[in-house]
């Protein structure tokens, strides 16, 4: 049960930044934020598209969240500073 639950859970974690990647790569292509957000997004996103798959329990998983905090509040902070 337990290589069951690590298996399912580092696909589904590897779905999930393998997606925040292609929205960081979208970002970078279309340059609608910052290019450091894009860049923070799309190295979390393979950090954690291939690390998960590899071995889910890794201590080198803390690279894509820390990528994931960092770019969710590059683009929170100015969202709640605007005037609007």
Request: hydrophobic content about 60%.
């Amino acid at each position: 049960m337990f290589a069951l639950s690590v298996a399912a859970g580092g696909i589904g974690t590897s779905l999930l930044f393998g997606g925040i990647g292609l929205i960081g790569l979208t970002f970078l292509m279309q340059k609608s934020l910052h290019v450091v957000v894009g860049i923070l997004m799309v190295v979390g996103g393979v950090v954690g598209l291939v690390v998960p798959l590899i071995d889910y329990t890794l201590q080198i998983m803390f690279i894509a969240y820390i990528c994931m905090v960092a770019s969710a509040l590059a683009i929170a902070i100015p969202a709640v500073r605007s005037k609007e």
